[in-house]
């Protein structure tokens, strides 16, 4: 697995981790301490403001998971991954692509989302 497949599955595993100890702990592992979310519906910066934004989300759509769509690529500190969203065993609501600057120690510093085909509530 590349290592921009790594961290692409890490960042979408956060999004999807139901317990928030366990997800404050993902963040504080992948994410720099300063760093910043922000597509169309949402923004976050820092740990605590990057937990609030997933929680959120999670709240917004509960029982659907994120789901890498497509191979994560990348080169230098940047990154590019797609993904979807969908109800566990269901059809996707929503398509984005998400591109990452990564610090010099390999942790998320930016993330600028785009959602590719919005969900029915956003």
Do not use: C, K
């Not at 969203?85 to 609501?93: F, S, T």
């Not at 929503?94 to 591109?99: M, P």
């Not at 510093?109 to 785009?114: D, E, L, S």
């Amino acid at each position: 697995m590349s290592r921009h497949h790594d961290i692409a599955q890490r960042y979408l595993a956060i999004w999807n981790e139901g317990d928030a100890a366990r997800r404050r702990a993902g963040i504080a592992e992948l994410w720099a301490s300063d760093a910043r979310y922000a597509d169309p519906l949402m923004a976050g910066e820092g740990h605590d403001g990057i937990e609030a934004m997933i929680a959120a989300a999670r709240t917004q759509f509960p029982g659907h998971r994120f789901s890498l769509a497509g191979t994560p690529d990348g080169h230098g500190g940047n990154l590019r991954f797609s993904w979807s969203l969908a109800p566990e065993g269901g059809a996707p609501i929503a398509h984005g692509t998400d591109f990452a600057t990564l610090d010099a120690e390999g942790r998320l510093a930016r993330v600028t989302g785009f959602l590719d085909q919005p969900s029915p509530a956003g």
